[in-house]
């Protein structure tokens, strides 16, 4: 549970910064609003596992994701 909410905080606090200089990355907001609504829906594997998937999105697109999540 803890992890999935720090991943999630860490990628609302990184496409708020990086979205406005970088719209292609705007793509992955739908799958975090998922991500979120399923962690409060109490499902947090499903959560994390979304969350995991945009990072690796984010990752692929050569953006500097932190991997502070662990």
Known sequence: MLQSRTLLESLNRFLQ????????????IPVVRE???LYRAGQYPASLKLAEN???????LGEPFPDSHG
Do not use: D, M, Y
Not at 54 to 60: D, L, P, R
């Open 35 to 37: 991500a979120v609504r």
């Open 54 to 60: 945009a990072a690796k999105v984010i990752k692929h």
């Open 17 to 28: 910064v990086t979205v406005p200089q970088k719209p292609r990355l705007v793509g992955v």
